[in-house]
């Protein structure tokens, strides 16, 4: 099993930034791929943004392409989600989640994170 704990969320004013940061715990050698995921009030959970753990390929949802940016740091067992250029849409709470091979499933999540962004 993979543990994991977001930080770094919080509220914004509409056009500023904020850094979520997954710290991974556990079986973290079993980490094929971790990614962002979030969830707004009366909608369905969306992918946001995925990075390839080994080699770090990365994908991202339409809407927050050249917005948002996926990172990790392999030797912290951390995924980062820099957000930029926040809109009122981009409210939710948001996840990390991990998956152990590149068909699977995600299957370890953090507890999620709330990311306000106000006008």
């Known amino acids: 099993q993979v543990q994991l704990v977001e930080s770094g969320g919080g509220l914004v004013q509409a056009g500023g930034s904020l850094r979520l940061s997954c710290a991974a715990s556990?079986?973290?050698?079993?980490?094929?791929?971790m990614g962002w995921f979030r969830q707004a009030p009366g909608k369905e959970r969306e992918s946001v943004a995925q990075?390839?753990?080994?080699?770090?390929?990365?994908y991202y949802a339409d809407s927050v392409k050249g917005r948002f940016t996926i990172s990790r740091d392999n030797a912290k067992n951390t995924v980062y989600l820099q957000m930029n250029s926040l809109n009122l849409e981009d409210t939710a709470v948001y996840y990390c989640?991990?998956?152990?091979?590149?068909?699977?499933?995600?299957?370890?999540w953090g507890q999620g994170t709330q990311v306000t962004v106000s006008s």
């Open positions: 556990g079986r973290t050698f079993s980490i094929y791929a």
């Open positions: 990075i390839n753990w080994s080699i770090g390929r990365t």
């Open positions: 989640a991990a998956r152990r091979s590149r068909l699977g499933e995600y299957d370890s």
